[in-house]
């Protein structure tokens, strides 16, 4: 180990000589995901050098390739990172395990108390802070006002499923090519996985008894698949199996869904006039519950800066976190890209800015976050924390194995029934190898 | 008579071959030309051929977002590097197999290509470790072995195919000339083999320039080649249509401009020994 | 003609390349059969020690294994078919005379060139889609309705896609076997009033017989171990799980190495088996 250490820094030294013309004392290796407000940073960062005379290099990846890198080399201990940006599912299983350097020092100035609870809680691990949120959402829908309008009807702040399938099947228009309502069907934990799981806590169900039992073949999880698949073949696009946040997003900005339940991040996406060929008629509301079922749908998560254990630039990219998640941060995207535009749902000074307050989303995404707990996400007790995933290493696996048996629902493959039974098998398997 | 005849099936063959040429060939035209769109336009219904705003605001964007030379030059490095290696160790073992075989030559050629089958997701972690063990993850050398050898027993067999096909009795008369091993190799083999290398070449260029997955999972940021560059753009926010197609024609268009150029030699090598 | 001088000579020479691959071979080889003698889960802490033959049990007896067993086959299978008789097809017309030769040629090689990864980008987003695909607008333009391609015909569009990256190296493989023909025997068969048909089979199919094992070998080698295509499409929902994506899925999604690379030796006997069996058919041919 240690002659590897004194190998990568004759390395690095070599390296920093060849360098030693320009002046950067240091240069970081960030690997970040390719979302708008991840690019947006990169064209920032020049300031950063310039203010502290610290390089940044970026690796940036599509989600699903960026979840399988960082994992290998955290796992591994690679090190071909200086900061790694992950989610909420891995930061507190990566804390409990030492991987991550704790953000317990940070900067008075840094006001790490003006962090949004919910965020904070869901990345840290016995209340330590392990990765600073860059962004954070919860999910709500977004609604056509003009369509809605048409339809006749009108939207409540807090409407029921009953009302969505209503409301969506008279959106519904095939003559114009407009789609009631768009949801996630893709196959992966994080794409059409997480919105089922955060859609049956609303109908009362859950992935697990307080024995790690999987409930699959409990009659929630069956009412919750069957309307989901019954609400999407009424009034859902076409191939809807395999669309995901992407998908979704691109057909809402078209003009060709009636209503997208999806991370409240794309509330600034869709009301964007220079992509979004809607954004003058966009309603937004709480994403919505079984009529009598107190949780709601709506999902938590964040995107965050963390420092993987045994960086040698741990001080640099602490810099760097800072820098990227502060407050200065967002008042310089504000300044030049518009409020609307700046990184959300991270900082509760934020929601307290005139300026921020008067942005149409902005109220009900902190609602949304508010009305989110990741410790009790469940109508009965869980053991688990998430809202729409479990947090427990081997979810990533069975989630996405899961949500796999579901798409094929979607696509017409097979039953609900069958999906499900296939869903509590494949389940048992996975936990009984990992020796639950 | 037979003229007129042959003069229609030549214009039958042509159109048909045209037409099944141009299918075959649509989606990378279809790529390329939506890379000139504006996203508006590339999601049109219906579909705009030509009849658009010719715009390079992709490829600004692109080449804003990441920089583009640097994704290049390690594809470069890495395609070009592995190939050549795996040329200078391959050529003595193809002479070898080819001109003094004995009988575990074919076993052994057969035990080579067997090798290619091993499931690269199942040694991931085992590489990923003997990388950090060594101080290789995130660097060129690394990658450029591992290529090699992914691509080594295509290479020993194109070769050893390559060299069969050269007539014994001119070594011999060689040897009677008195040349040695190493005249004979440099001095009568070589240049009869050149097309036969220069395939070899170009073949395993274009494999190790395509290759994603060892590429994708042992780079960072200083040895990232092309494919690295396409996995930052698979599925951005929003419209992408026309950004996706700028990244992709910027990621093949090197080496589809290269396999056009050297198509001749690429034809003329890429038999395998199966003519014959 | 070989002496011991020059026996041993080439025994050196060809030293590097075997010592080379056999390590390449060798070492992963033999970390992957002690990974998978072990209950290795990095997210748990790493390896937690023995585990028998519990992950060789647990990876065969899985709901996934038959299943992803038999979609390689079928997509290995499809893509080999669909390949070489469009190949054969495609080069017997690219050897009439014509004009413009070269250009078609150019144009047919060309798929060959693109990363798995671009093509599979391209045809999922801009031609499958079901919205906004070509493929969709060509399907709304004679009036039906256009097709889900990567949920409702998930392999098929695999297959399709996979197929369009490899027909150009199958045909030009099969062309250069059919420039090589004996015209003179054909022209001879044509006169004796022999029809195209009896004509392709009794002379043209066993001449291309030694080019299309090689395309078999060669194809299936790198066929068995797709994953870019799988990984970008359909991420390996709807049955399009290969054995390949399975193992992928066992080690990185679950992060169950142990699992993973007693799939891994599996995956490498059926690749051998695979292997053997095609040798047989290619040893068989190169010794003509």
């Known amino acids: 180990m240690s002659l590897k250490r004194v190998l990568g820094a004759t390395t690095a030294l070599t390296l920093c000589s060849a360098a030693a013309a320009f002046a950067q004392d240091t240069t970081i290796t960030i690997a970040t995901v390719n979302n708008g407000d991840m690019i947006r940073m990169q064209g920032y960062t020049d300031q950063f050098t310039e203010e502290t005379g610290i390089g940044v290099e970026w690796v940036t990846l599509e989600e699903n390739v960026l979840r399988q890198r960082v994992t290998t080399d955290i796992t591994t201990k690679g090190g071909q990172f200086d900061i790694m940006t992950i989610g909420m599912y891995e930061t507190p299983i990566w804390g409990a395990n030492g991987w991550l350097v704790p953000l317990d020092d940070l900067s008075e100035e840094y006001d790490v108390d003006d962090i949004l609870p919910a965020m904070r809680d869901g990345l840290s691990h016995d209340g330590t802070l392990y990765a600073a949120p860059f962004y954070g959402e919860s999910s709500m829908i977004m609604y056509r006002t003009d369509l809605m309008e048409e339809a006749g009807m009108e939207m409540p702040d807090a409407p029921t499923w009953e009302f969505i399938r209503e409301a969506a099947a008279a959106m519904d228009d095939d003559a114009n090519d407009i789609n009631g309502i768009c949801l996630r069907g893709k196959a992966g934990w994080g794409e059409g996985g997480a919105f089922i799981t955060a859609m049956s806590n609303s109908f009362g169900a859950r992935w697990f008894d307080e024995d790690w039992t999987p409930q699959f073949d409990q009659p929630e999880w069956k009412e919750t698949l069957s309307f989901f698949t019954d609400m999407m073949n009424e009034s859902g696009p076409a191939g809807y199996a395999t669309n995901g946040f992407n998908e979704n997003l691109s057909l809402f900005q078209q003009g060709k869904c009636g209503m997208w339940i999806d991370a409240t991040v794309a509330a600034s996406f869709v009301t964007n006039p220079e992509d979004s060929t809607v954004a003058d008629h966009v309603g937004f509301a709480l994403a919505p519950n079984k009529e009598g079922v107190e949780k709601r749908g709506n999902w938590l998560w964040a995107w965050a800066l963390g420092i993987p254990a045994g960086t040698q630039k741990a001080d640099e990219a602490k810099q760097f976190i800072e820098w990227a998640t502060s407050k200065d941060y967002i008042e310089l995207v504000a300044e030049n890209e518009g409020w609307a535009n700046v990184p959300p749902g991270a900082r509760t000074s934020l929601y307290e800015t005139p300026e921020y307050q008067e942005v149409p989303f902005a109220e009900m995404t902190l609602n949304s976050i508010e009305a989110a707990d990741p410790t009790n996400p469940t109508v009965d007790p869980v053991p688990y924390v998430g809202v729409q995933f479990v947090a427990i290493p081997e979810f990533a696996g069975i989630g996405t194995q899961v949500s796999q048996e579901f798409s094929a629902v979607y696509a017409g493959q097979q039953s609900v029934d069958e999906a499900l039974e296939k869903a509590q098998a494949i389940t048992q398997e996975e936990m009984e190898a990992a020796g639950y | ?276 | 003609m070989a002496t011991q001088h020059s026996r041993s000579a080439a025994r050196l020479m060809m030293a590097p390349a075997v010592i080379l691959l056999l390590g390449w071979m060798l070492v992963p080889l033999t970390m992957t059969l002690w990974f998978s003698f072990r209950r290795y889960l990095p997210l748990r802490g790493g390896d937690l020690g023995w585990a028998g033959f519990d992950n060789f049990t647990r990876f065969v007896t899985s709901s996934a294994f038959w299943p992803s067993v038999q979609t390689t086959l079928v997509i290995v299978g499809g893509v080999l078919v669909i390949t070489i008789v469009l190949g054969v097809l495609l080069a017997l017309l690219l050897d009439q005379p014509m004009w413009g030769q070269g250009i078609v040629r150019i144009l047919v090689i060309a798929p060959f060139f693109v990363m798995p990864t671009v093509s599979a980008l391209v045809w999922k987003n801009m031609f499958m889609d079901p919205t906004n695909g070509l493929l969709a607008h060509l399907w709304r333009f004679f009036g039906a309705d256009p097709i889900a391609w990567l949920s409702e015909v998930p392999t098929t569009s695999i297959v399709m896609i996979v197929s369009w990256q490899w027909l150009p190296f199958a045909t030009l493989i099969l062309l250069t076997a059919v420039q090589s023909l004996d015209r003179e025997q054909l022209e001879a068969a044509e006169m004796d009033g022999a029809s195209p048909l009896s004509r392709f089979t009794y002379i043209i199919l066993p001449h291309l017989g030694r080019a299309i094992t090689i395309v078999l070998l060669i194809q299936t080698i790198f066929l068995l171990s797709i994953f870019a295509e799988i990984f970008v499409t359909t991420g390996g929902a709807f049955g399009t799980r290969t054995l390949t994506y399975l193992i992928f899925q066992r080690v990185l999604e679950s992060q169950n190495v142990g699992l993973g690379s007693a799939g891994g030796v599996y995956a490498i006997i059926l690749a051998n088996i695979v292997a053997i069996f095609l040798m047989r058919i290619v040893g068989k041919n190169l010794d003509r």
């Open chain 2, 1 to 276: 008579m037979a003229r007129a005849v042959s003069t229609r099936r030549k214009t039958i063959a042509t159109a048909a071959a045209w037409g099944i040429g141009l299918l075959v060939f649509f989606p990378i035209l279809w790529t390329i030309l939506t890379s000139f769109k504006t996203e508006a336009q590339a999601i049109a219904d219906p579909p705009i051929f030509l009849g658009f705003d010719w715009t390079l605001e992709n490829y600004r964007v692109v080449q804003e977002r990441s920089d583009y030379m640097r994704f290049l030059w390690n594809s470069v490095i890495l395609a070009g590097g592995s190939t050549i290696l795996g040329v200078i160790i391959a050529v003595p073992a193809a002479w070898s197999m080819a001109f003094v075989p004995s009988k575990r030559t074919k076993d052994i050629l057969l035990w080579m290509l067997s090798t290619k089958m091993l499931p690269a997701v199942g040694v991931l972690y085992p590489i990923y470790l003997i990388c950090i063990r060594f101080g290789l993850l995130d660097s060129r050398a690394a990658l450029v072995a591992i290529l090699m050898l992914i691509n080594l027993p295509i290479i020993v067999w194109m070769l050893y195919t390559y060299f069969r096909e050269i007539p014994g009795e001119i070594l011999e008369a060689a040897r009677m000339d008195g040349a040695g091993l190493k005249e004979e190799i440099l001095y009568v083999l070589t240049p009869m083999a050149v097309p036969g290398i220069a395939s070899t070449l170009l073949l395993n260029f274009i494999l190790a320039w395509n290759e994603a997955f060892w590429t994708l999972n042992l780079t960072a940021a200083n040895a990232a080649p092309l494919t690295a560059f396409i996995a930052s753009y698979s599925s951005p926010e929003g419209l992408f249509y026309a950004k996706l197609s700028a990244a992709s024609t910027m990621a093949i268009a090197p080496i589809l401009i290269l396999g056009w150029f050297s198509q001749k030699q690429l034809v003329r090598g890429l038999t395998f020994g199966a003519v014959k």
